[in-house]
């Protein structure tokens, strides 16, 4: 479970395409040493799940199927990733809670000043 509050800012380090899938290799702040090989991070809003890690850096699996249902797919070496850690039990929420998984990629339709704030429509897939 996550909560939505970005606890750092990463930098996509490098991105390995063997077939439809990819290894994203994510240069982070955390420590790394206290990330777990299973841990569960959110990137830019999508969940995926650590498979190697360095000092510095970590890198997850993308499948296919993932990569065409957000917008991994779109990411270059270099991107800025919004990160989150998983909550662990106890844990103060400090926002809501976010399962992190993508059903589908909206597109911005609108963008309009609403006073202080900013009134976004979205078109989303049929399906």
């Known amino acids: 479970m996550f909560t939505g509050i970005v606890t750092d800012i990463g930098r ?5 395409r063997p077939g439809v899938e990819a290894r994203l290799v994510v240069e982070t702040a955390y420590d790394t040493a206290g990330l777990a090989i299973g841990a569960s991070v959110c990137h830019s809003g999508c969940c995926l799940t650590v498979v190697e890690k360095t000092p510095g850096h970590f890198a ?6 993932t990569l065409s249902v957000t917008t991994l797919g779109d990411w270059r070496e270099g991107a800025e990733i919004n990160l989150e850690r998983a909550l662990r039990l106890g844990d103060e ?3 809501h809670l976010v399962y992190g998984h993508v059903d589908a990629t909206g597109r911005l339709v609108s963008a309009t000043p609403d006073g202080g704030s900013l009134r976004m429509d979205f078109a989303l897939p049929a399906r």
């Open 12 to 16: 996509l380090r490098s991105i390995e």
């Open 93 to 95: 929420l400090g926002g």
């Open 60 to 65: 997850v699996d993308a499948s296919g199927e």
